[in-house]
C-alpha cells in the first residue's frame, strides 16, 4: 500500500514542492510577512484535513494544526479564513482517512529538512520558538509508526482505490490553499 501511494503522489510531490515558498526558508532569505503567509497557508491545509481525518478516525493524533495556531497566535494573524474552505475537502471512508493520513504524515519528512534552514533565515530572528518547524525527532517517529501500522492492514481492491485517490486528493488541495492565499 505504502509503495502505491508513493509512486501515485510522486509526480504531485514535485509539483508542491515546487509551488511552496518553503524555498524561501533553504535559501535564508524569507521575511517575516512571507513567513507569515507560509504558515497561514499550512494552518489552512493541516487544520482543514486534520479535521475531517479525526472525524473518520478518532484515534488521529497531531500536535500540526496546534502547533501552526501557536505560530500565527505569536505574529497576531488572523486564523478565520480557514472557514473559506471547509466544504473544498472530505473523507467518507477509513481506507480514504489513511491516504490523507499518508500525506500529513509524510509531509513531515519535509519539515524536518525546512526546520533546520529556519535558525538560519536572518529576518526571522525576532521569532524566539518556532512549533511548527521545530525539527523535532518526533515527527519521523510518528512517520515510522505510521508506516508500520499500514503495512499490517489489509486493504481490498476498492479500500486500496479510495486511499491512493484520498492522498491525490490531499496533495490537490493543499496546492489549491497554497496557490490561492
Ligand atoms: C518545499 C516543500 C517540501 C520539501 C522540501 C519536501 C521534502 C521532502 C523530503 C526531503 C522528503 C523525504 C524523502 C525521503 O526521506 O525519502 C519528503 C517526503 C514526503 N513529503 Fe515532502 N516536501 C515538501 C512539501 C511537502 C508537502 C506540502 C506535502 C504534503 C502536502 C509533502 C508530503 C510528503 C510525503 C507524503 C512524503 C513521504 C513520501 C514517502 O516516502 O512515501 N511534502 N518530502
Known sequence: MLEKLRAATQELHEKIEGENTADLIMK???????Y???????YVAYKITEDKIEAQLP????????NLAK?????NVDLSISENYQHDFTINTDAEAL?????VEGS???????????????????????????GKRQS??????????????????EEQTQA???????FQFFGKVFREI
Open 108 to 134: 513531515s519528512l519535509g519539515g524536518m529538512m525546512i526546520s533546520k534552514n529556519i535558525k538560519e533565515c536572518e529576518q526571522l530572528s525576532s521569532i524566539e520558538e518556532h512549533h511548527f518547524f521545530n
Open 99 to 103: 491516504g490523507a493520513w499518508y500525506v
Open 164 to 170: 491512493i485517490e484520498k492522498a491525490k486528493e490531499t
Open 71 to 75: 505560530d500565527l497566535a505569536e505574529l
Open 36 to 42: 507569515k503567509k507560509l504558515l497561514l497557508q499550512n
Open 140 to 157: 519521523v517517529d510518528s512517520w515510522r509508526k505510521f508506516t508500520k501500522d499500514l503495512k499490517k492492514k489489509d486493504f481490498s481492491a
Open 28 to 34: 535564508h532569505s524569507i521575511s517575516v510577512e512571507q
Open 59 to 66: 484515534d488521529y493524533t497531531s500536535d500540526k494544526t496546534e
